[in-house]
């Protein structure tokens, strides 16, 4: 997907968005090919990414930010400090895939603190596709608000069925997949717990 044209709500550009790509992979003393083979992303698509170039599908930037050890919240916003924050909902994080599906994140970002609160509409017949394994000790919980989400953990389907929840450790291969004529919506939290060092995160 070229330009920059619908993947943020909050009006943060592409230019920005790689920027700070940038600036997280250099303070981690990544190169661009190092980046490239963690994340399983073309090194053409990184660095189109990197310079703005070029509009990351979803999975796309949520395999880079796993490969950095950090996550798509991260990447869009500043920490937030430790006082409460209210978020409201023209003002929370909209990332749309052209797949047909979009992510809300649901949480700010705390320093030190690697944890997402999400909610993630499906469309008819949408396969999100399959996200990176994050880091050892990390942690996903789902819970299915309406619709039927069929949930693949390391090549392993469930069905899901609107009410429904599900833990399980973050560092195995998962994907979301709606195969219902109708929309499904489900509600995701990733702790991968504090904040990765600046280095290699190993993976």
């Known amino acids: 997907m070229s330009g920059g044209a619908g993947l943020l709500s909050s009006g943060l550009s592409m ?14 003393g990544l190169a661009l090919e190092r980046l490239a083979e ?12 990197e310079r703005g ?25 500043e ?4 006082v409460p924050v209210v978020l409201p909902h023209e003002q929370q994080r909209v990332v749309r895939d052209p797949a ?5 994140i649901l ?3 705390l320093p030190g603190v690697e944890f997402e609160f999400m909610r993630t509409v499906l469309g008819p ?4 596709g399959e996200f990176s394994p994050h880091q050892p000790g990390s942690r996903e919980y789902v819970a299915v608000e309406s619709g039927r989400l069929t949930l693949t953990i390391d090549g392993q389907a469930s069905i899901l069925e609107a009410g429904d929840s599900v833990y399980f450790p973050g560092n195995c291969r998962h994907g979301f997949a709606n195969g219902e004529d109708v929309e499904c919506a489900y509600y995701l939290v990733v702790d991968l ?8 995160s190993g993976r």
Do not use: F
């Open 38 to 49: 963690l994340s399983g992303v073309s090194r053409s698509m990184v660095s189109d990414v």
């Open 53 to 77: 170039a070029k509009t990351p599908t979803v999975l796309v930037l949520d395999r880079l930010a796993t490969a950095l050890g950090t996550s798509i919240s991260r990447l869009l916003d």
């Open 15 to 28: 230019t920005d968005l790689g920027l700070r790509i940038r600036a997280r992979r250099r303070a981690q």
């Open 107 to 109: 949480s700010p970002v």
């Open 100 to 104: 047909g599906w979009e992510r809300r």
């Open 193 to 200: 717990g504090p904040a990765a060092p600046h280095g290699d």
């Open 125 to 128: 017949g949408v396969d999100a």
């Open 79 to 82: 920490p937030a400090g430790n």
